[in-house]
């Protein structure tokens, strides 16, 4: 499956995009994005073409045509 799923996300700055992404794994961990401890999905990320870790958190799986 190569089209992915869509996700509104909010990222550290506060900017809000819609990302189309593959879901790799969800973990409790943090990150230098992240740096509390937290549930990350880890993704590939279409857009940026790179593997990416996202704050669930941060994820809009409902909204993401708003």
Sequence with gaps: M???IKVKYTN???ST?????KPVEVYVGSS???PERQYI????????????DFAL???DFINVGE
Excluded: V
Excluded at 17 to 21: G, N, Q, Y
Excluded at 41 to 52: C, Q
């Design 41 to 52: 999905l880890r993704a590939w990320d279409f857009d940026k073409e790179s593997s990416r």
């Design 57 to 59: 958190k941060d994820c």
């Design 17 to 21: 995009s819609i990302r189309t992404i």
């Design 2 to 4: 190569n089209s992915g």
């Design 12 to 14: 550290y700055k506060g």
């Design 32 to 34: 230098e994005w992240h």
